[in-house]
């Protein structure tokens, strides 16, 4: 086999498909490889560079970007909130199918996760249902139960991550970040360095507008809803909480307040997620710590 230059992987589950060149950009290698067959294969191969999900000519650009590859210990914190997630929208699920349930007998709760156990308690007292129906909603109960200390317990893990990261318990400084958000602002957010700009990374999250001027007209539309939806819905829903607050208080920032005169809570919510998105890229690349009255957070 010629000298192999480059080579490009194309993965999937089962199946690598592999592209080769040599120095002259020549293709040299074409094959398709599964999972068991791939280390006996480049044992066999001079060292080369590889690029994963990308192709041989894109990978020859200087101007082009990598994802840095993560280490053992930081993918094992990356499962830790992917499994957060997954909890969450269980006891999401099972919480609306119980209260669902619950309203064809006539017992309904207010919103929110705080109500839900004592529409439980109601349901268990409630002795004109039937045994069957009580039977059910107790077995919910404990799944519910059981969701909830899964939770606790994963939440407990992360937060003891977050304290021990420096960075991470800055980022939580900044209004609508928080704990939680902090922690995935670090975990999922690539190398800061890597964006020239704070806009650049809250357009890499997905919180800037599309773009559909034409002819000197500036057409903006919804966001790009790119990146990554967690981390972008963490920062929205902070940046919502922030807003209800000033809202009910009367206490908001000058910034926020001139916003809100102008756009809805909700366009109001994705502007300042962005702004935090940005203060947050400073930080971390700077390694400064949060003020309201800093160059930081204007």
């Known amino acids: 086999m010629q000298q192999i230059s480059r080579i490009g992987m194309d993965t ?6 592999l592209h ?25 191969l001079s060292p080369t560079v590889i690029a994963i999900e990308a192709l041989c000519e894109a990978m020859s650009r200087p101007t082009m970007r990598f994802v840095p590859v993560k280490t053992a210990e930081q993918q094992a914190a990356l499962m830790l909130v992917g499994v957060r997630d997954r909890l969450i929208r269980n006891r999401t699920q099972l919480a609306n199918t119980i209260r669902g349930y619950a309203a064809e007998f006539g ?3 207010a919103k929110g996760m705080a109500h839900l156990v004592p529409l439980l308690e109601r ?16 077995s919910q109960a404990g799944e519910y139960a059981q969701l909830q200390a899964q939770l606790d317990e994963v939440e407990a893990k992360l937060t003891a991550w977050h304290r021990a990261d420096e960075c991470s318990r800055r980022l939580a400084k900044i209004p609508s970040v ?17 964006f020239r700009s704070g806009r650049q990374f809250a357009a890499w999250i997905g919180l800037t507008p599309k773009d559909h ?3 000197g007209k500036v057409r903006l539309g919804v966001i790009t809803r790119a990146g990554d939806e967690a981390l972008r819905s963490v920062l929205v829903v902070g940046a919502t909480s922030v807003i209800q607050h000033a809202l009910r208080s009367g206490k908001a920032s000058p910034w926020l307040a001139a916003l ?5 809570p909700k366009l109001a919510a994705v502007a300042l997620a962005n702004k935090t998105a940005r203060i947050a890229w400073k930080m971390m690349v700077t390694g400064e710590a949060y003020s309201a009255k800093s160059p930081v957070a204007a």
């Open 123 to 138: 349901i268990q007292a409630d002795e004109t249902l039937p045994t069957l129906a009580r039977e059910l909603f107790a």
């Open 213 to 215: 001027s034409t002819a």
């Open 260 to 264: 809100l005169k102008r756009k809805s």
């Open 12 to 17: 999937s589950k089962h199946v690598f498909q």
């Open 20 to 44: 080769g060149v040599n120095a002259a950009e020549a293709p040299v290698l074409r094959k398709k490889l599964r999972r068991k067959e791939m280390v006996a294969f480049f044992e066999k």
């Open 107 to 109: 017992l309904t709760a």
């Open 178 to 194: 928080g704990p939680i958000g902090a922690v995935l602002l670090r975990m999922k957010a690539p190398d800061p360095t890597q």
